[in-house]
């Protein structure tokens, strides 16, 4: 079953607009990533946030954890038209072994030029 | 490096036929990992490996299986094929478990 589940399933904006989107999750983590899928393309991992952290920073991106309310969200700064993908939360069960990560449904983000 | 290739890029099948999706990586990564992904559902995990001669099964093994006789190869054999096993494949390797660096994907059609 899916372990995350990310909100909205699709955004669109402008270019220059923040971008925000949402992951909720089941079970205790040890850790929740977000990745980026170009169409037909394979995943490319973003950023990764361990469990006893609350925000991280990546350039553009920044990521917030709140455990206990199981859930996480990415915002983009600036967009641009190159951070048109599809995004996805994946957490690695505290539960589950190690490299058996559980991935969300995604948010299509479009950013129109 | 190459980092994870993956061969076929795309490949039809009739039920009933077999076939290997080839998966290396050139990082000497331990863990690997086979991925399908659907229209609307994400990536869903087949099988994992955490090293060489170690193999498990994840949310949706049946009708796959594996082997890992070295660090640098993950196969992924269908036995015998069914329409529901349509999907996009990927094979990704990590060296902690935790980033995961992902192939390119091989496309699937089973007839």
């Known amino acids: 079953s899916q372990q995350g589940e990310e909100d909205p399933q699709a955004l669109s904006i402008q270019e220059g607009e923040n971008a925000t989107m949402n992951c909720s999750y089941k079970?205790?983590?040890?850790?929740l990533q977000w990745y980026r899928q170009n169409s037909g393309r394979g995943l490319v991992h973003l950023i990764l946030?361990?469990?006893?952290?609350r925000e991280k920073h990546s350039g553009r991106l920044r990521v917030t954890l709140d455990t206990s309310k199981k859930s996480s969200s990415l915002l983009i700064t600036a967009s641009r038209a190159a951070d048109t993908a599809s995004y996805f939360c994946?957490?690695?069960?505290?539960?589950?072994?190690?490299?058996?990560?559980?991935f969300g449904k995604g948010t299509k983000l479009s950013v129109k030029p | 490096n190459a980092g994870v290739t993956q061969t076929p890029k795309f490949q039809v099948l009739k039920t009933g036929q077999s076939m290997t999706l080839q998966c290396a990586q050139d990082?000497?990564?331990?863990?690997m990992s086979w991925y399908r992904q659907d229209p609307g559902m994400g990536l869903r995990l087949i099988h994992y490996?955490?090293?060489?001669?170690?193999?498990d099964q994840g949310e949706v093994p049946n009708g796959y299986n594996v082997s890992r006789s070295t660090t640098e190869d993950f196969p992924l054999r269908l036995l015998s094929a069914a329409p529901s096993q349509t999907s996009v494949y990927f094979c990704?390797?990590?060296?902690?478990?935790?980033?995961?660096?992902f192939g390119p994907g091989t496309r699937l059609t089973v007839l």
């Open positions: 946030i361990r469990s006893n952290e």
């Open positions: 990704a390797s990590s060296s902690t478990g935790d980033e995961q660096f």
């Open positions: 079970t205790s983590i040890n850790n």
């Open positions: 990082m000497n990564h331990e863990y």
């Open positions: 490996s955490v090293g060489a001669g170690i193999t």
């Open positions: 994946a957490t690695d069960a505290r539960d589950e072994s190690q490299g058996n990560l559980i």
